[in-house]
């Protein structure tokens, strides 16, 4: 088959012909591993820290995370971004990786994935010259408002704070915020708002209904700490301002070389994500900076559903100059 293109995935981050997912857990994404192995595709599975196997956050980034102001939330993020840049350079180095890579975010691995964007001038010459020669594709892959710093819907936001709050434990909470986000949505037709719906689709199966103990066990993680204090109110802007960054400042941009940049969305995930893409959408407006496109019938875990992993198509023909190509049938 030869050479394979290769992806690395992190909670929440995606690879051209290789592919760097960047996600909460890596068993999110098998069921894609198994498709993209057939078809000359390489994906990495890449864990954010503070969850399995990965290196904890020090004394002091646990105090920027806790107490830190908006500079230096803003600060700890590009040295994050640095740290993504040094794994990839690294990768390509060490693995001999042709120029075809694509890094894909997926949910709130976004965060980060934006924060490698935006550090290109703060990364070394060599780092820099690597990178945004074998980068050629970047995809945001539904995140939520949270990952990109816009203020969430207030009435929908403070509706599910209050359902996970009816759980005592991280377990009961990490299980019920589970089943929030691996529903259905049917929203309504309208680019407004009010046609958001917050109620799964009776309709649907919720995607943890397919799921064996053992597949549940290898995406849920329950010992994050500081996933939500990195999310609190006042910090917005630190990540709002670095998603503008990334994905609007022309200068950053051109210094990654041509990079294409895609927004997916799965037209049938939570509220949060339908909003954030919105939001992304106006504020790119007429620019042509970012392609976006929406996944029909898909949910936040369109990798994982057994309804559409084994329909989920990833064209090698597209996996070149042109880009890797997703399509959900």
């Not at 864990?47 to 004394?59: H, K, V």
């Not at 780092?127 to 929908?156: C, K, N, Q, Y």
């Not at 996933?227 to 670095?242: C, I």
């Not at 998603?243 to 509220?271: F, H, I, P, Q």
């Amino acid at each position: 088959m030869g050479t394979p293109s290769t992806g690395v995935i992190t909670h929440a981050m995606f690879n051209s012909a290789n592919i760097l997912v960047l996600t909460i857990k890596k068993g999110i994404f098998e069921r894609l591993e198994s498709l993209a192995g057939a078809r000359g595709l390489r994906i990495i599975s890449l864990n954010r820290r503070e969850y399995p196997g990965t290196t904890p956050y020090s004394e002091e980034e646990c105090n920027v995370i806790t107490h830190g102001n908006v500079n230096e939330m803003a600060e700890f993020l590009h040295q994050q971004g640095l740290l993504i840049a040094f794994f990839i350079d690294g990768l390509l180095q060490e693995l001999s990786l042709p120029n075809q890579l694509a890094i894909a975010g997926w949910s709130q691995g976004n965060t980060f994935s934006t924060a490698l964007l935006a550090a290109i001038d703060r990364m070394p010459v060599d780092t820099r010259e690597r990178l945004s020669h074998a980068v050629d594709h970047f995809f945001l892959w539904d995140p939520p408002e949270t990952a990109l710093g816009i203020i969430p819907i207030e009435a929908m936001f403070k509706k599910m704070m209050q359902e996970l709050g009816t759980k005592p434990t991280a377990e009961e909470r990490g299980i019920v915020f589970a089943r929030i986000v691996a529903g259905y949505y049917q929203h309504g037709p309208l680019r407004d708002l009010s046609d958001l719906s917050d109620t799964p689709n009776p309709t649907k199966r919720n995607t943890m209904d397919a799921m064996l103990p053992e597949e549940l066990n290898a995406v849920i993680a329950f010992q994050s700490n500081y996933d939500t204090v990195m999310l609190r109110p006042g910090l917005e802007s630190a990540r709002s301002a670095q998603v503008d960054r990334a994905l609007l400042d022309t200068k950053v941009r051109a210094a990654w070389n041509g990079l294409r940049v895609w927004y997916w969305y799965g037209e049938a995930s939570l509220w949060n994500c339908i909003h954030a893409a919105w939001t992304i959408e106006d504020k790119a407006g007429t620019s042509g900076l970012i392609e976006f496109k929406p996944l029909s019938g898909a949910n936040h875990f369109v990798s994982l559903d057994y309804t559409h992993s084994d329909r989920i198509l990833i064209d090698k023909s597209y996996c070149s100059s042109s880009g890797m190509s997703l399509s959900v049938h």
